[in-house]
């Protein structure tokens, strides 16, 4: 069985800076890809970022392309989720997300993956 556990969220200020963790643990892990995603207060989960275990390939939503970024380290089995220039409209709680089985697109839906995190709370203020 695989455990996700995220950390690194907060309470920062606009402009700040967040990195995300989420460690993966289990007997033999090797997904096909880790995604993030976040639910705002009264919204549904959307996705954000995911990215390919073998190889690392990325690909984000379009409302965090260009600020948001991925990335992972192998020997840790953690993946990180780099947000700059915090907005209040980030505010979120971020779960990671790991998709077993390999396909061959970015799996940006929630019916994808197989494993989820517990959640961090990440909150900017204005």
């Known amino acids: 069985q695989v455990q996700l556990v995220e950390s690194g969220g907060g309470l920062v200020q606009a402009g700040g800076s967040l990195r995300l963790s989420c460690a993966a643990s289990?007997?033999?892990?090797?997904?096909?890809?880790m995604g993030w995603f976040r639910q705002a207060p009264g919204k549904e989960r959307e996705f954000v970022a995911t990215?390919?275990?073998?190889?690392?390939?990325?690909y984000y939503a379009n409302s965090v392309k260009g600020r948001f970024t991925i990335s992972r380290d192998n020997a840790k089995n953690t993946v990180y989720l780099q947000i700059p220039s915090l907005k209040p409209e980030d505010t979120a709680v971020y779960y990671c997300?790991?998709?077993?089985?390999?396909?061959?697109?970015?799996?940006?839906?929630?019916?994808?993956?197989?494993?989820w995190g517990q959640g961090t709370q990440v909150t900017v203020s204005s």
């Open positions: 990215i390919l275990w073998n190889g690392g390939s990325t």
């Open positions: 289990g007997r033999t892990f090797s997904p096909y890809a």
């Open positions: 997300a790991a998709k077993k089985e390999s396909r061959r697109y970015y799996p940006t839906g929630m019916m994808d993956y197989d494993y």
